[in-house]
């Protein structure tokens, strides 16, 4: 009786051993992966509140651009302490500070790979999912980060809070884009040729 309780506690440590390896593999990977994410495009569909949007994300070196096509074309380049809002249609622009706003969570996962760190881990059979509860001064909140694990890629964020419920699934992923010059400027986008 004594050998088979210690061969079961044995086999229990060796598994648990594994699973957490595992479980440190992935979050390494994962962080190293969001960490060589620049210089990256993909498109994106957007639900916020029942309301549907779509256009393309583009990661830079500390900033990120992101252009929404439909329904109303609308321009938004961010940094960690400056942005910009600029509606095509109106023709006005607008520079606001992203972290008193929602662009801020979107900054923070894309430029901070420890983002993921102290997030609540659910790994189903094709998917890592990692979900971070916080406060603000939007109130409580929680942010879903979900990453296809074969091959790695991410895949959506889903952000809800008192005033907000967002979703966004990203696909049409491209890796190492060029820019030009002038594509992350916080600056009038028709002052300039916009191609990348």
């Known amino acids: 009786m004594y050998l088979k309780n ?14 957490v ?17 620049k210089f990256f495009s993909a498109s994106f569909l957007q639900e916020e509140n029942n309301s549907l949007s779509n256009g393309k994300l583009f990661i830079g070196n500390d900033r990120i651009r992101v252009e ?28 606001f500070n992203p972290k008193s706003t929602m ?16 997030s609540n881990r659910v790994i189903s059979e094709n998917y890592v999912i990692f979900e971070k509860y916080g406060s603000n001064e939007f109130g409580d909140y929680v942010v879903k980060i979900f990453f ?11 952000l809800i809070s008192e005033s907000v419920s967002l979703n966004i ?19 009038n986008p028709t002052f300039f040729d916009e191609g990348k």
């Open 6 to 19: 210690k061969v079961t506690f044995l086999a229990l440590i060796f598994f648990f051993s594994e699973f």
């Open 21 to 37: 390896y595992a479980q440190s593999d992935s979050d390494y990977k994962i962080k190293d992966y969001l960490e060589n994410l």
């Open 68 to 95: 929404y096509e439909n329904p109303t074309e609308i321009l938004i380049i961010f940094s960690s302490d400056k942005a910009m809002y600029y509606d095509y249609e109106l023709e006005e622009i607008e520079f």
């Open 103 to 118: 662009a801020w969570f979107f900054y923070d996962i894309f430029n901070n790979p420890n983002f993921i760190q102290n």
């Open 148 to 158: 296809e694990d074969k091959p790695l890629v991410i895949r959506k964020i889903v």
């Open 169 to 187: 699934s990203i696909f049409d992923h491209i890796y190492n884009e060029k820019f030009n010059k002038n594509f992350f400027k916080l600056i």
